[in-house]
């Protein structure tokens, strides 16, 4: 058997730098706090550190000023120091910007901890610096002699740990700083949201310079402890919070009703257009929120925050929202990209096996389709001591998340055939979790799902049957199971719901090898029914192979 498809291959280098962070450092006046707040605000950076409003908030004190009178400039210098070596570690995607207090590269291990940053230096001369704050409160702007004496002493400081240096005597508003750093940030990086680190949930204060209005928080009852430290991380900041919801998630609540209790109360709290809606969960809560914010006053602004292994490595990434109508899933939806997505790599070492374990099953899908690059780093996992695996999941979430990232890019909003390639296994797994009222995971079903879709690959694209056979072993070694005891006529109803069918029939993702995805195969369901029958169907006395069970999958 034959069957046409499309060829659903994207150009993405795994190599390429995936992580900047930019660094604007400078004397008193120069601009920075001004230049990284405007820079983030307009579609730059996901992330915005200040070393001075993380001091402050460190020390409990309002202004630099009143930390010096108070406390001396010894304490505060300290309490920055700290705050900056805190932020050291590193993203493993994304691009954020920090804005340096004009001394804290007086501390040798501050200095030592720009490394690797691309330390930009918004010069100007000492004239031109002292007319933006004399007459100002700043503790070190009360005499211009001393003023003049500190810039020409400073000014050795910053050029030796520049990356590059940037005339700032223009005003800051004449600053293109995207377009002077286009050489020192990774490809592309304008074009995303997106960011992935170890702790990034310990530092939601740093959404500020992307949020011009009130926040809304949503967030899964199961996730409380992190919606908690959110809230109070906000608060430090004094960031507006005027909703605070904590829902209970699944399937059977990814329905109108919980898209309509929201809409309720944001328009209770007086949440306006200009506000940001921060959504912390899982892929159902991700799902559920964001549809709520499109249609909210025409569409509000939202941050995703996905807190399970499935939501970080594909539902939370590329602004697909909806909710189920009955047992139909994502029927209704919309595409409404996040203002950002933050990806917390450290999350999953506390979820549960059976989470892990769907997460596995989406993240060794991605690897399937974007290459044996990503492929390697699911196998990685799988083989890597149980319990201790912090290492390769890092690597394996950074991977599907930047591939992922750039098959949205290629098509956004679904039409062109590229993104479907991420729906392999999907066609069967929806179809299995509806058949069985949700008993199913969604990563167990997905299992099942590719192991048929690899199987009709075989059937028609004539892929090597080696493709299937290392599925299974794979997710074997992970502990889920890639067979099933659903008979075919208890599925074939439930086809008929994909909302992939068309009218010339159900369009297929499969795979004629690894990173080879088509899209767009239509097949007869005959096709399918002899798949499932011959390779996934068993008995319920024999339920197939049994999974080589792990104590600690994560």
């Known amino acids: 058997m034959t069957a046409n498809g499309r060829d659903a291959r994207i150009d993405f280098d795994p190599t390429a730098s995936s992580a900047t962070r930019v660094v604007l450092v400078g004397f008193m006046g120069a601009g920075k706090t001004a230049l990284a707040e405007r820079w983030a605000r307009s579609g730059g950076p996901v992330l915005w550190f200040d070393s001075d409003r993380a001091a402050l908030t460190r020390l409990g004190q309002t202004s630099v000023t009143r930390a010096f009178d108070e406390l001396g400039e010894p304490a505060f210098r300290a309490a920055e120091r700290d705050v900056i070596l805190e932020r050291s570690e590193p993203l493993a995607r994304g691009v954020e910007v920090w804005s340096l207090g004009g001394g804290s590269l007086l501390d040798a291990d501050v200095r030592g901890a720009l490394a690797d940053a691309c330390v930009v230096w918004l010069d100007a001369t000492a004239d031109a610096l002292w007319e933006r704050v004399a007459g100002s409160d700043r503790p070190l702007a009360r005499d211009w002699e001393a003023f003049r004496a500190l810039h020409a002493e400073r000014q050795k400081l910053y050029e030796g740990i520049a990356t590059v240096r940037v005339d700032a005597t223009a005003p800051i508003e004449s600053l293109g700083i995207g377009r002077i750093l286009a050489d020192h940030l990774p490809p592309n990086w304008f074009g995303s949201g997106l960011a992935v680190g170890d702790g990034l949930v310990e530092r939601l204060s740093d959404l500020a310079a992307l949020c011009s209005g009130p926040i809304a928080i949503v967030s899964d009852q199961a996730v409380d402890q992190i919606a908690t430290s959110v809230r109070a991380q906000l608060d430090a900041a004094g960031i507006e919070v005027v909703s605070d919801e904590r829902i209970p998630m699944g399937e059977w609540n990814k329905q109108m009703s919980t898209v309509e209790h929201l809409l309720v109360t944001w328009a209770g709290t007086g949440l306006h257009r200009r506000g940001t809606v921060v959504a912390i969960g899982g892929g159902t809560l991700l799902d559920t929120t964001g549809f709520a914010a499109s249609i909210y006053q025409r569409g509000i602004d939202w941050v995703s925050v996905p807190t399970t292994l499935t939501s970080q490595v594909d539902a939370g990434i590329g602004g697909k929202t909806?909710?189920?109508?009955?047992?139909?899933?994502?029927?209704?939806?919309?595409?409404?990209?996040?203002?950002?997505?933050?990806?917390?790599?450290?999350?999953?070492?506390?979820?549960?096996?059976?989470?892990?374990?769907?997460?596995?099953?989406?993240?060794?899908?991605?690897?399937?389709?974007?290459?044996?690059?990503?492929?390697?780093?699911?196998?990685?996992?799988?083989?890597?001591?149980?319990?201790?695996?912090?290492?390769?999941?890092?690597?394996?979430?950074?991977?599907?998340?930047?591939?992922?990232?750039?098959?949205?890019?290629?098509?956004?909003?679904?039409?062109?055939?590229?993104?479907?390639?991420?729906?392999?296994?999907?066609?069967?797994?929806?179809?299995?979790?509806?058949?069985?009222?949700?008993?199913?995971?969604?990563?167990?079903?997905?299992?099942?799902?590719?192991?048929?879709?690899l199987r009709l690959s075989e059937l028609v694209l004539d892929a090597p049957a080696a493709l299937a056979d290392e599925w299974q072993q794979l997710c074997m070694r992970m502990g889920v199971v890639v067979s099933s005891t659903l008979q075919w006529e208890e599925l074939e109803p439930f086809l008929a719901l994909d909302k992939k069918r068309d009218e010339g029939g159900i369009n297929w993702v499969l795979l004629a090898g690894v990173g080879q995805p088509v899209t767009e195969v239509r097949l007869p369901l005959e096709a399918a029914r002899r798949v499932w029958e011959d390779h996934i169907q068993v008995t319920p006395n024999d339920d197939g192979p049994r999974p080589i069970e792990s104590a600690s999958p994560r």
């Open 322 to 453: 909806g909710v189920n109508l009955g047992v139909a899933k994502n029927v209704l939806g919309s595409v409404h990209m996040p203002r950002a997505t933050l990806i917390d790599s450290s999350l999953g070492d506390s979820l549960p096996s059976e989470i892990v374990r769907d997460g596995f099953v989406e993240a060794a899908k991605t690897g399937l389709v974007a290459g044996e690059w990503l492929h390697a780093r699911a196998r990685a996992v799988a083989d890597a001591p149980s319990g201790d695996r912090h290492a390769e999941w890092r690597t394996l979430i950074e991977g599907c998340a930047g591939f992922k990232d750039a098959v949205v890019s290629e098509d956004p909003f679904d039409t062109e055939g590229v993104r479907a390639q991420l729906n392999l296994g999907h066609t069967f797994g929806h179809t299995i979790e509806a058949a069985t009222g949700g008993a199913v995971s969604h990563g167990a079903a997905v299992a099942i799902g590719v192991h048929a879709a």
